[in-house]
Structure formats: C-alpha cells, structure tokens
C-alpha cells in the first residue's frame, strides 16, 4: 500500500524560506515520479512543480519558478519542496503526489497522479 507523509510545513513570513519533505513507502519509489501540489481555501488544487523518477527533470509552475525548488533522495524515499523568497499568496496546504511514469508527474495534471498524501499547510504571513 502506497502511502506518502508531508512534513515541515508551517507558518513563515513574507520573503522567508519554508522546507516540506515527502516521504515515500509501500512503493519503488525510484519508479515514480513525483510532484508537489497546493490548494488554497476557496480555490482548486493547482501544480507547483514535479520531477522525474530519477531527479535528472524538473517542471515548474510560472508562479513558482526560481524561487521553488524540488529535489529527492531515492536511497531515502523521500522528495522535498524548497521554498525561497515566499509569498502571502504561497499560503495553501501542500500536497505530495506519485505517478508511475516521469512524463505524467512532470506534466503538471492532478488527474494523472497516482497517489496522495495528506498534505502539510503552509502559511505565509505579510
């Protein structure tokens, strides 16, 4: 059984920098690709970045690029999210999600995700 764990969420000001860790069991992970989304209240869940199973790509949201960046360890099953010069509008609970191809976890469609965790909330204060 495929489960995925957020940590390291929390609440951080305006211009601030903020880590969220996945970490990955019931899975090979190295087979996976995976992805960060966020969903905002009152909003839809939307893409923040994915990379590839073997962390060689990356894709990104316009919103996000250059300031997040994502990464994973698969000797750790774990994949990270870290956030650099963050936003008000950054706030939102963030979610780790698996897919058993590279091309679909980078593609940025939460309909092709496999797997979720439970997400980790990330306030942004001004």
């Known amino acids: 059984q495929v489960q995925l764990v957020e940590s390291g969420g929390g609440l951080v000001q305006a211009g601030g920098s903020l880590s969220v860790s996945c970490a990955a069991s019931g899975m090979s992970f190295s087979m996976y690709g995976m992805a960060w989304f966020r969903q905002a209240p009152g909003k839809e869940r939307e893409f923040v970045g994915g990379i590839s199973r073997g962390g060689g790509s990356t894709n990104y949201a316009d919103s996000v690029k250059g300031r997040f960046t994502i990464s994973r360890d698969n000797a750790k099953n774990t994949v990270v999210l870290q956030m650099n010069s963050l936003k008000p509008e950054d706030t939102a609970v963030y979610y780790c999600?698996?897919?058993?191809?590279?091309?679909?976890?980078?593609?940025?469609?939460?309909?092709?995700?496999?797997?979720w965790g439970q997400g980790t909330q990330v306030t942004v204060s001004s």
């Open positions: 999600a698996a897919a058993d191809s590279s091309i679909r976890a980078l593609k940025g469609s939460a309909y092709d995700m496999d797997d």
